[in-house]
């Protein structure tokens, strides 16, 4: 067997390098559990204002699958399973938008880039005071 690549799009989170791959078998787990179109489910991740449960969920189950994937086909990188406090513990502020970027970009969904110095919060068209 040849050498293990990681597909995906890499993500670091807790300082391990992880991947997030939308493999067939997840899209199918993530479609039974929301009754809806993966594509749906993406667009609720990206446009949801309020506190980061669906992209928690969605990334435990990315996660999950990978250390699943990756104990079928025997490669030598070897993750445990997690669960969402785990993940809730992962996300947090600071890289809250760079794992929603991973996300979406792990789909082929692109996120415009945030300027450093712009309030990613602040709504169109509002002055602040």
């Known amino acids: 067997m040849g050498t293990f690549k990681p597909r995906g799009v890499a993500i670091v989170l807790n300082g391990e390098e992880r991947h997030f791959l939308f493999t067939l078998n997840m899209i199918d787990q993530i479609e039974e559990k929301y009754d809806k179109p993966l594509m749906e ?7 949801d204002t309020g506190n980061g449960h669906l992209m928690r969920d969605i990334v435990v189950i990315l996660l999950n699958d990978e250390a699943e994937r990756n104990k079928r086909m025997k490669t030598s990188v070897e993750y445990s399973t997690v669960t969402e406090a785990d993940v809730g513990d992962m996300i947090g502020l600071d890289n809250y938008y760079e794992v929603m970027k991973a996300l979406l970009k792990a789909y082929g969904i692109s996120m415009p880039e945030v300027d450093e110095d712009e ?3 602040q709504k169109s068209g509002q002055m602040k005071s």
Request: aromatic share 0%.
């Open 41 to 47: 489910v993406l667009e609720d991740v990206a446009n």
């Open 119 to 121: 309030d990613p919060n």
